[in-house]
């Protein structure tokens, strides 16, 4: 840094010299200029020529990794017709698409009866329960799942293996 530094000092000097002197050998002529002008456009031209042999820092060029196009990367769970059902449910709760409380619960329900096939599975949460039971009920309005619930029913169907 400190010999950029005398570098840039070195060429504002030698810039401002040589306009200093054009500016005296103008005078000699009979062209009078004013001081400051010179000094002012010496200084410029310095900093110019510096800045055009340092140039603007660069950024390393990034390692893209090669696209893996082969099967194997998909994660096993995405061949699973309830996940991907789930998935696509989850997918249309963006804008201008409709998603349904009691279709995404109806789908909870199916992994909860899924789940409940394992004797060692611990009993269900009675928040999730209570959803569930409302859900099959016809005519029941069930209330909307946000983002946090889904996450708490999701992480509470989980096999202990795929929790984190």
């Given amino acids: 840094m400190r010999t950029d530094l005398l ?25 009078e200029l004013s001081l400051p002008l010179p000094i002012a456009v010496g200084i410029i031209a310095g ?6 042999r340092v ?6 060029h ?5 696209v893996d196009l082969d099967a194997d990367y998909a994660l096993p ?20 698409r409709r998603m ?8 909870l329900a199916d992994i909860a009866e899924e789940r409940a096939r394992d004797p060692d599975a611990p009993a269900l949460g009675h928040e ?8 099959r009920t016809e005519g029941a309005t069930v209330p909307p799942i946000d983002r946090r619930a889904l996450h708490r029913y999701l992480d509470e169907l989980a096999p202990r293996e795929e929790r984190h």
């Fill in 77 to 96: 769970h995405a061949q699973d017709m309830r996940v991907r059902r789930l998935e696509d449910m989850i997918h249309g709760a963006q804008p201008h």
């Fill in 55 to 60: 140039g603007p820092d660069r950024a390393e």
């Fill in 7 to 31: 570098d840039l000092l070195w060429r504002i000097a030698a810039t401002t010299a040589a306009t200093v002197v054009l500016a005296l050998l103008c005078r000699l002529i009979g062209l």
């Fill in 62 to 66: 990034t390692h893209v990794p090669d």
């Fill in 128 to 135: 999730l329960s209570r959803l569930l039971r409302t859900a």
């Fill in 47 to 52: 900093a110019m020529w510096w800045f055009l």
């Fill in 100 to 107: 349904t409380s009691r279709g995404l619960a109806l789908v």
